[in-house]
């Protein structure tokens, strides 16, 4: 008991002894003074008082040793964090025992749901493989059912704002409720360690779409070879259909389970084995059919719907125009959408019908279904069960719908990592 104690604890429970000794140390000497020839008998009740209370202070001590350590080791085991929001909703996120409940106030009720649990020392960390300002992933190798397997952990950092605490929590919410999909990232599991959550999600040795993207552009990473093959990416039109196409069967998964993820980019795209493309990032997803965001934080503007720049509100069209965006992206082999473009002249041009223009190797049909995606008026779109059948239909054409061999005054589409995070 008293080796499992850190600093700050030995603090307290040496006061307790040094007020115990100093009650029980003047006892003999006083006696002995006042019964300097005292007899044997007097002796030994004496002592055996001392022992009898020495023994009884001692019990006393490691009792309450006992006592501190058993409800460290439950406080360790539930723990409750408490948030306030700006608009007056209250947010508790309560840890306890493979399970963890998310009540946001006013509502009346809890909604607890279960998680499968990773001990912590089933859990060897190695490299960072993505951070950003207030989290960061790292791989690692798990144990999960007596089986080891690549992970990546996902985890905050110590300064992390509620509102990040409270998506975070959310998104493993959103994991637990969505199930297994083959284009979703999926949850194996999580572990909760000195109050800090670890959400463990498969993981993807490709990383994120959007780097994958921008790494095949081969005409600047390896000119020499673009030039004797006469491509602009190691990736082929088929390939960068079957990525949309991916996406498009998640985001139909997804919708279908009536959530809505509200980030989809390619940024929040993984590319796992065999370039499947898996749908990750759920931290602001929402398990309703139609959500109006009440407070201020960092927002994805250059993937946003119309609707959602100007009265926050989300649905599942919000998030096909976005899958429009996206698609863009790919064709584009990661170019910033609207690059060169301010998000004040956004929220200006596109209500009055300002769109992107078809990239130079965008066969007509693939642009036709993003600006088809991009349409004013939410119910125009088309469903992610569309235009999943529309890419399918596309993919057995096997018709080059995106062209990458290098044409004359060929340019990639421009790259502007600034405004990327406005």
Known sequence: ???????????????????????????????????????????????????????????????????????????????????????????????????????????????????????????????????????????????????????????????????????????????????????????????????????????????????????????????????EHGTASTLTSQQLLQFASDVAKGMQYLSEKQFIHRDLAARNILVGENLEAKIADFGLSRGEEVYVKKTMGRLPVRWMAIESLNYSVYTTKSDVWSFGVLLWEIVSLGGTPYCGMTCAELYEKLPQGYRMEKPRNCDDEVYDLMRQCWRDRPYERPPFTQISLHLIRMLEARKAYVNMALFENFTYAGIDATAEEA
């Open 1 to 227: 008991l008293l080796a499992s104690l850190p600093g700050s604890d030995w603090s307290l429970v040496l006061m307790c002894v040094e007020s115990l000794c100093g009650v029980l140390l003047p006892v003999a000497p006083s006696m002995e003074i006042r019964n300097p020839h005292s007899t044997g008998m007097d002796q030994q009740l004496i002592l055996a008082i001392i022992g009898s209370v020495s023994v009884t202070c001692f019990t006393i001590i490691v009792a309450l040793l006992a006592l501190f350590c058993i409800k460290k080791n439950l406080f360790s085991r539930k723990r409750m964090f408490t948030y306030q929001s700006g608009s007056g909703e209250e947010t508790i996120l309560q840890f306890s025992s493979g399970t963890l409940t998310l009540t946001r106030r006013p509502r009346p009720q809890t909604e607890p749901f279960s998680y499968p649990i990773l001990e912590w020392a089933d859990i060897k960390f190695e490299d960072v493989i993505g951070e950003g300002n207030f989290g960061q992933v790292i791989k690692a190798i798990i144990k999960k059912d007596g089986v080891r397997m690549n992970a990546a952990v996902k985890m905050l950092k110590e300064f992390a704002s509620e509102n990040d605490h409270r998506d975070f929590a959310g998104e493993l919410e959103v994991l637990c409720k969505l199930g297994h999909h083959q284009n979703i990232i999926n949850l194996l599991g999580a572990c909760e360690n000195r109050g800090y959550l670890y959400i463990a999600i498969e993981y993807a040795p490709y990383g994120n779409l959007l780097d994958f993207l921008r790494k095949s552009r081969v005409l600047e990473t390896d000119p020499v070879f673009a030039k």
